[in-house]
């Protein structure tokens, strides 16, 4: 059974700094596409923030360009988001995806950027 753990998400202050980390249990490296980090905020779509695949290509939406940075350890089933600069507009629900045969989703991490 293939699970993703979230961890990182908190109550920062504009300009403030979070890591966002993700590990999947249960799939081996050789099946994984892409992982990436979603955020939903109140109201809105789940958007795509930033995503790294399996050759290490990344992609990152444009409000996160220059403030954000994807990256990955542990053969590559653990992917972190280095969140700099944070904005209020940032504030959402933040989930690590899995890209494969079948897509996966973590359970969601709150940010709240926030003075």
């Known amino acids: 059974q293939v699970q993703l753990v979230e961890s990182g998400g908190g109550l920062v202050q504009p300009g403030g700094s979070l890591r966002l980390s993700c590990t999947a249990s249960?799939?081996?490296?050789?099946?994984?596409?892409?992982m990436g980090w979603y955020r939903q905020a109140p109201g809105k779509q789940r958007e795509l923030v930033a995503q790294?695949?399996?050759?290490?290509?990344?992609y990152y939406a444009d409000p996160v360009k220059g403030r954000f940075t994807i990256s990955r350890a542990d053969a590559k089933r653990t992917v972190y988001l280095q969140m700099n600069s944070l904005k209020p507009e940032d504030t959402a629900v933040y989930y690590c995806?899995?890209?494969?045969?079948?897509?996966?989703w973590g359970q969601g991490t709150q940010v709240t950027v926030s003075s």
């Open positions: 249960g799939i081996s490296s050789f099946n994984i596409d892409a």
């Open positions: 995806s899995l890209q494969g045969r079948v897509d996966y």
């Open positions: 790294i695949t399996s050759d290490g290509s990344t």
